[in-house]
């Protein structure tokens, strides 16, 4: 839910407060950028992640201090943006981004033992779905090495920008040409590894996924 | 330079000292998170930015008093990351993405007069090469309601992962198809603004214009 600290006084009528919107953002996105501070430096890390009902799950090395620092429960930031076109204005000043953001506030805490697995075959089958059954899975050794954290949704904001350009009326009638030119993203045609083993095709699930 | 609070602990041999290496992703870059601590708690904010020289430019309102308390030179952490591909390995463990980021710590000072109506043209034409001399350009209302801030590239750190799957020697024989699937991404054509005015043909620059 929003709370004083996620409420939005800039532009808050681009501020939804339907959670079903957070969860469209939230699915939608692959890669989120996460705050830590350290000796009062703030740092932003990115990290591959995936919704999970209400908690979203990201992973890192036992290696990184910063992470390290996250999955012992420091104050975080998990922030979702997706770029989805340039509004071109006939001002300067109006022309923006057709974006969806969203940002959750809390603390993360560490998965362990079936959790933790779960937790990862939950980011594999989100961004990779099928792949779980068929690739090699983490063996002990592997799940020592990396840190499994879930961050609660509780406290967020989403906000979608998905208008056309709002110029003044004195500007609309400038010979200036104004609308969106929209992103679009997909993915190319797969790239074998150089040792791959000759005759491997690549998985007709792929076919199926998309970066968004 | 890279600091010891830059310096990468977690896959070193992903980190590049070479400047230009650090320039080439920024100027590959629209967004980017930039994180601030207000009452110990971070935050994440997405802004477009372009990198001017030795400094990284980017804006915000003076409404929002997250951004107030960026260009008051509040300690802070501006990330760039992009996606290039997902990196599919036999074995869960070694998938991973292609990527490239970077990440600049420090503080920005905030831009008057002359010098913040340059950033702001340095950075439409960055985002928008060719807008700036056709639309309507910014005044002294608009101006006082925007925050232009340069962050100085001086202590940084850039990652490069542009490789295949690493297989453990185990792993290498499983029946399991590896590779990278690359991510792809394009302007899509321009959707005119409803109020545009008849006649208004899409100006020939955006035809050059690219996402990356």
Known sequence: MTS?????RRLPEKQVEDRAVLDAVLDA??????????????????VAYARDGDRVLFHGSTGSRLFRSIAAGADTCLTVTLVDGL??????????????????????????????????????????????AEARQPNRRELAATLVVALPIEEWSVKVSDGWPTDEEGD?????????????????????????????EPPPYLGAWSPR
Request: aromatic share 8%; charged share 25%.
């Open 4 to 8: 004083e600290r996620t409420r939005v």
């Open 29 to 46: 996105g692959r890669v989120a950028h996460v705050a830590v501070v350290d000796d009062g430096q703030p740092y932003v890390l990115a």
């Open 87 to 132: 509004v071109l204005a006939r001002s300067v000043f109006e022309s923006s981004m057709r974006y969806r953001g969203a940002m959750i506030l809390g603390r993360a805490a560490e998965l362990e033992h079936r959790a933790k697995f779960e937790a990862l075959e939950r980011m594999s089958e989100r961004l990779t779905p099928g792949r779980w």
């Open 172 to 200: 609309l009638g400038l010979p200036v040409w104004a609308g969106v030119l929209p992103v679009e993203e997909r993915y190319g045609e797969p790239l074998a590894a150089p040792d791959l083993q000759p005759g491997v």
